[in-house]
């Protein structure tokens, strides 16, 4: 990384998570192998203690910043946990800054299961309030199938780009993802140049096409530009030829799991119905016959 670097807390803190079974883990490396294992989903994240001050610097350096990029990584433990510290979120809602979201490519088993674009944007937003997001850059690329093959046996998937579910944040789909080696990795020069010609392309920048920050930015976009363009040159020599089919989404395990353990408990629910249905009849009948029970008891006194 180039540049200066910053955490957002110095405060010691643990981050905790809440499923929607009610438990509660305290131990991050825990989360992945406790929520599989009882088959249910991350509800919440938040951190301990919550009052986790910002490490100087942090605010200011949010206020002053004319790009806020957020993300990639894992959603639960390294995207919203930094959201959480006092002051930050607060501060990049009133920003005006460009406010964009990195998405993820595959989803993180025991994390995002099954989680589509707009189940990632929702959580950020869930924790970290509206207008935290402008723009969100995700990936549409094609997948070699052997390695999203390795993926999905790893219980992990595609991230489905479901822009319709996406309200009030422009969607760029762009092919911004690369392998390296056995794992999909997101192309750092094919994202810098989604960023840098997102921001030269905005209004905001019609009145300073001879000002300093835009020659510097254009010149970084061509040298970006012309870098990727002798990269993929490259790769299409002995690049296998890629299936129509390579970003096909294929349900994981968990996935599976989670179905079945829903399908068991719509039956139960089915069945509870039925009882709850025969109950009432029985009860009703039991009613009326001892209604008339009475009423024939009644008769009988005012006869005598």
Do not use: W
């Not at 005006?96 to 950020?124: C, F, P, R, V």
């Not at 789909?173 to 390296?180: F, G, L, P, T, Y």
């Not at 997101?186 to 209004?203: G, M, R, S, V």
């Not at 179905?259 to 509870?272: N, P, V």
């Amino acid at each position: 990384m180039v540049g200066k670097v910053l955490p957002a807390t110095l405060d010691e803190m643990s981050i905790c998570v809440k499923l929607d079974d009610g438990t509660v883990i305290e131990e991050k490396e825990k989360i992945a192998e406790i929520t599989t294992s009882k088959v249910t989903k991350i509800n919440r994240v938040y951190i301990k203690p919550t009052n986790c001050r910002t490490a100087p610097g942090i605010v200011e350096s949010i206020q002053e910043a004319d790009a806020i990029i957020i993300g990639p990584g894992s959603l639960y433990t390294e995207v919203i946990p930094n959201l959480l510290i006092r002051n930050v979120a607060k501060t990049i809602r009133e920003s005006k800054a460009y406010k964009i979201y990195i998405a993820n490519i595959m989803t993180e088993n025991g994390h995002t299961d099954d989680y589509a674009l707009s189940n990632h944007i929702q959580a950020i937003t869930e924790h970290a309030g509206s207008k935290i997001i402008d723009y969100c850059i995700c990936d549409n690329g094609d997948i070699v199938p052997e390695i999203l093959r390795k993926y999905n046996k790893a219980g992990a998937n595609i991230v489905e780009i479901d822009k319709d579910n996406i309200k009030g944040i422009n969607v760029i789909k762009a092919d911004v993802s690369q392998i390296e080696g056995e794992y999909i990795r997101h192309n750092p020069d094919e994202t810098a140049k989604q960023i840098i010609d997102l921001i030269l392309n905005d209004l905001k920048f019609k009145d300073k096409k001879k000002s300093e920050q835009f020659v510097l930015l254009n010149a970084k976009l061509k040298e970006v530009s012309k870098k990727l363009k002798a990269n993929k040159k490259k790769e299409n020599i002995n690049k296998p030829k890629k299936s129509k089919h390579s970003r096909i989404r294929t349900k994981s395990k968990f996935s599976n799991k989670y179905q079945d353990r829903i399908a068991s408990i719509k039956e139960s629910d089915q069945k509870t119905d039925v009882n709850k249905k025969l109950y009432e009849k029985a009860k009703q009948i039991t009613e009326e016959e001892e209604q008339k029970e009475k009423e024939k008891f009644l008769s009988e006194i005012k006869k005598k």
